[in-house]
C-alpha cells in the first residue's frame, strides 16, 4: 500500500529520488523529510493530485497548502506583486523555514490556495526535499505529513503512525533537523504579519523588515492524552510542578513531566515513582534543541499510556515564540500561572 523508502539524508541515492518523483509526476502522494518536519507532497500544479493530499491527511478543505521549490526563480511563475522585500528575505533565510505568503499567480490551483488569492511558497533545505522537488521537476504542495491536527512528524515512523496506507510512499531520511514548522510571514500586509512563529524566529525578520506583527492562530492538537503549561519564572513553575504532579499522581492518574536539562533533578523524586514519566527536552541555552524534541516527545509521552502532561513554560522571545505557541496548542489553553 505505502512503500517505504529509506534514503541518506546527507547523500541520497537518485534512483531512490526518481522512484519517489516518478510517483508524484503520476499524481501520487510521497512523505518526505525537510529540515523542519517531514511533509506530504503532491504536485502542486496538478489539483487530482493535490485533493489526495486533503483526503490522505482529512485535512478542511478551508487550510491552505504550502508550495516547496528547489529554485528561487520558481517564484516568479507561482506569484505576482512580489514585493521588494520578499527578495530580500529570500537572499538571507532560503533555502530554510521560512515560508512567504504572496500574491498568487493564475498558474496555482484554487485546490492549493483553499480558494485564497493569496499562495504560501517556501524552499527547504533538506537534501532530500531539494532532491525530490528537482527530479520531479515540479513545484510540489506539501503540508506536514500528519493527520490534520495531530502534531507534525519528525521522524517516518510519526509519519507511518497517522499516514500509513493511506498515501503512495514515505520517503525516510531519518529525523528532521529542526523539528518544529517554518515561520509563515504574510508579504501582502504591511507591516508584515507572521501567522505561524516556525524555525525563523521573529527578531531575525526584523532585521530585515524593521517592524513586523505577529498573529498566531492556536488550533489545539488531536492528543490521547491532557497537557497543562504551567507558565511563570523558573523557581514558581519547578514549585507547581512538583505540586500538580503529587496531586495528580495521588488521583491514580499517569502523569508525564516535560521539563528540561536544569531542571530535571528537581524532579528526582517522581521520576522513580511509578505512574510518573519526567522527559528532558534538552538545556535551556540551546532552544533549537527543545524546539527539536518537542513533538517527538509528546508522541511518546502518548505512547507510553501517559495521560497528563505538566509541562514547563518558556520564555517568549527568539525560538521561545514558537515553542510556546506548540505548548499552548498541546495545551489547548489550559495553562497555570505559577
Ligand atoms: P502545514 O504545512 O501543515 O504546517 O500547513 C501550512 C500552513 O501554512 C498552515 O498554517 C496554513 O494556514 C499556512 N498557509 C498556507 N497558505 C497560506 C496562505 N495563502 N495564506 C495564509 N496562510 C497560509
Ligand atoms: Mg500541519
Redesign the pocket.
Known amino acids: 500500500m505505502t512503500i517505504i523508502i529509506k534514503v541518506d539524508s546527507e547523500n541520497p541515492s537518485i534512483e531512490k529520488i526518481r522512484r519517489a518523483a516518478e510517483i508524484i509526476r503520476k499524481g501520487g502522494t510521497v512523505a518526505f523529510p525537510t529540515e523542519t518536519v517531514y511533509?506530504l507532497g503532491a504536485d502542486a500544479l496538478n489539483p487530482e493530485a493535490v485533493r489526495k493530499i486533503y483526503e490522505a491527511k482529512e485535512r478542511p478543505p478551508t487550510?491552505?497548502?504550502?508550495i516547496h521549490i528547489a529554485e528561487k526563480k520558481e517564484v516568479y511563475r507561482l506569484a505576482e506583486e512580489i514585493p521588494e522585500k520578499a527578495f530580500e528575505l529570500m537572499d538571507r533565510f532560503w533555502p530554510g523555514p521560512l515560508?512567504l505568503?504572496l500574491r498568487a499567480s493564475e498558474i496555482v490551483p484554487k485546490i492549493t490556495?483553499a480558494g485564497?488569492e493569496?499562495?504560501?511558497i517556501r524552499m527547504p533545505s533538506h537534501r532530500v526535499a531539494l532532491a525530490l522537488i528537482r527530479e520531479s521537476s515540479r513545484p510540489i504542495a506539501?503540508?506536514?505529513a500528519n493527520l490534520a491536527g495531530r502534531p507534525?512528524p519528525t521522524t517516518a515512523e510519526h509519519v507511518i503512525e497517522d499516514l500509513y496506507g493511506r498515501i503512495d510512499a514515505i520517503l525516510d531520511g531519518g529525523p528532521t533537523p529542526v523539528g518544529v514548522?517554518s515561520t509563515?510571514l504574510?508579504m501582502t500586509t504591511e507591516p508584515p504579519r507572521i501567522?505561524?512563529p516556525g524555525g525563523v524566529p521573529r527578531e531575525d525578520l526584523e532585521e530585515v523588515l524593521g517592524r513586523v506583527e505577529v498573529k498566531q492562530t492556536y488550533r489545539r492538537y488531536k492528543l490521547r492524552m491532557e497537557v497543562i503549561l504551567v507558565e511563570g519564572e523558573p523557581k514558581s513553575v519547578i514549585r507547581k510542578v512538583r505540586e500538580l504532579a503529587g496531586l495528580y499522581l495521588s488521583r491514580g492518574r499517569r502523569v508525564g513531566i516535560l521539563t528540561i536539562d536544569e531542571h530535571k533533578p528537581m524532579y528526582e523524586t517522581y521520576r522513580t515513582m511509578h505512574r510518573c514519566e519526567v522527559k528532558s527536552l534538552g538545556s535551556r541555552k540551546d532552544p533549537a534543541v527543545i524546539a527539536r524534541n518537542l513533538f517527538g516527545l509528546l508522541r511518546e509521552f502518548e505512547g507510553m499510556g501517559v495521560d497528563l502532561v505538566l509541562a514547563e513554560g518558556f520564555k517568549v522571545e527568539g525560538l521561545g515564540l514558537t515553542i510556546m505557541n506548540r505548548l499552548r496548542r498541546a495545551s489547548g489553553f489550559n495553562i497555570v500561572k505559577a
Open positions: 511533509g487550510n491552505p497548502l504550502i515560508t505568503v490556495t485564497l493569496t499562495t504560501a506539501a503540508p506536514s507534525s514548522e509563515v504574510d501567522l505561524r
